[in-house]
Structure formats: structure tokens, C-alpha cells
T-cell receptor
Framework: ETGVTQTPRHLVMGMTNKKSLKCEQH?????MYWYKQSAKKPLELMFV???????ENNSVPSRFSPECPNSSHLFLHLHTLQPEDSALYLC?????????????FGPGTRLTVT | GEDVEQSLFLSVREGDSSVINCTYT??????LYWYKQEPGAGLQLLTY?????DMKQDQRLTVLLNKKDKHLSLRIADTQTGDSAIYFC??????????FGKGTRLHILP
């Protein structure tokens, strides 16, 4: 148990659906991250939030929309996805500031777009 | 650009030492990491080393850093079946962005 939880663990959605991924951290951290892990590719950073402010958007298509209502919760809203968006989506958190180097990951949401 | 390279597969006999190697390109890297991913789970931070160190030991794990050659290695002593996983090397650059390699799948032979 790393203190970072993600729901749902598995999600199958059609290309016209709208769904959301949820991440919650119980570590008192101030920074939260979304990563995408596709087969045969390195882990890709998508978004970074520091103290609820988005500080990084790594050229992610607008069909992915993050939301960080407070330092403990992070959402990834999904709409009109493509089959190539099927991947494992990992959330991570870190203390933020000088403690940014230590990231703790959740178990991930396995997303399949049909 | 920034790049982290590691071999994709490694097979080791149970009880032997495993050595997983990684090379990176960003000379301004501040921290270097090893993550472990078991089937169905997220990435678990195993250990990390600050760029001004050349070695770090933590129980069965030894990390060696050759900053001149931009080479990082992870040695697992007395490899066990529970060590079977994918191991990701990663670096943090001066911009605090973490870049990951593609992972090395460690297979334990009986």
C-alpha cells in the first residue's frame, strides 16, 4: 500500500463515452501527476499539479482534461478517446517543492477504448 | 534530447546476483531512480541516488553511478523469485521532469 489509490482499476469505454479517472493520496503531499504507460514505450508524463496549480501539460490532446480540486485529489476526465489511448494510466504524488524527487505511484487504471 | 536506455530483458538464476544497467544522456540530471513494477501494479520506488554520489547500498540493493559515462546500475544480491518484475531506470533533469526508460524485465530461473 503506497498511500496513493486510483479508481477504477479497469475501464472499458467507447469512443463517444465520457468517463473520469480518480486519484487520491493520503500522504499529505502537495504535488500530483498523471502518467501514461503504453506497451513498448517509456512512461510518459502527462500533467503535473503543484499546490493545486497545473504546472505541466506535456502536449496532451484536449480529449484528456485534468482537474485538481485539492491537494489530495486528482481527476482525469476523458471524452471522445481513440483506440490508441488504451493504456495504463498512473497517478503519482510527491511532497512538492524540494521534496519533488520522491514520487509515489498508485496502482494505475487499465483503460481500454473500443 | 533527453533519453534513458536500458536492455529489455534479463534472466538470472535464483540465488545469483542480478545487474540491471542503464544509460542516460542528460548531464544535468540531479537524481536517478530505480522503480519496480510487478504484474498488475503501479511503479514502486525502489531506491534513488543523488548525482553527487557514486554508490548507494540498501540491504540487497546496490546502486552504482558513473557520472562520467552517464551509466547507472542496480545490483540485486541473492535474487529471489519475488524479484521477478520490470525495473525502470529514470532520471530527473534540471527542470524537475522525470524521464523513464522502457524497463528491463527480470526473469528468475529456478
Amino acid at each position: 500500500e503506497t498511500g496513493v489509490t486510483q479508481t477504477p482499476r479497469h475501464l472499458v469505454m467507447g469512443m463517444t463515452n465520457k468517463k473520469s479517472l480518480k486519484c487520491e493520496q493520503h500522504l499529505g503531499h502537495n504535488a500530483m501527476y498523471w502518467y501514461k504507460q503504453s506497451a513498448k514505450k517509456p512512461l510518459e508524463l502527462m500533467f503535473v499539479y503543484n499546490f493545486k496549480e497545473q504546472t505541466e501539460n506535456n502536449s496532451v490532446p484536449s480529449r484528456f482534461s485534468p482537474e485538481c480540486p485539492n491537494s489530495s485529489h486528482l481527476f482525469l476526465h476523458l471524452h471522445t478517446l481513440q483506440p490508441e489511448d488504451s493504456a495504463l494510466y498512473l497517478c503519482a504524488s510527491s511532497p512538492g517543492g524540494e521534496g519533488t524527487y520522491e514520487q509515489y505511484f498508485g496502482p494505475g487504471t487499465r483503460l481500454t477504448v473500443t | 534530447g533527453e533519453d534513458v536506455e536500458q536492455s529489455l530483458f534479463l534472466s538470472v538464476r535464483e540465488g545469483d546476483s542480478s545487474v540491471i544497467n542503464c544509460t542516460y544522456t542528460d548531464s544535468s540530471s540531479t537524481y536517478l531512480y530505480w522503480y519496480k513494477q510487478e504484474p498488475g501494479a503501479g511503479l514502486q520506488l525502489l531506491t534513488y541516488i543523488f548525482s553527487n554520489m557514486d554508490m548507494k547500498q540498501d540491504q540487497r540493493l546496490t546502486v552504482l553511478l558513473n557520472k562520467k559515462d552517464k551509466h547507472l546500475s542496480l545490483r540485486i544480491a541473492d535474487t529471489q523469485t519475488g524479484d521477478s518484475a520490470i525495473y525502470f531506470c529514470a532520471e530527473m533533469g534540471a527542470d524537475d521532469k522525470i524521464i523513464f526508460g522502457k524497463g528491463t524485465r527480470l526473469h528468475i530461473l529456478p
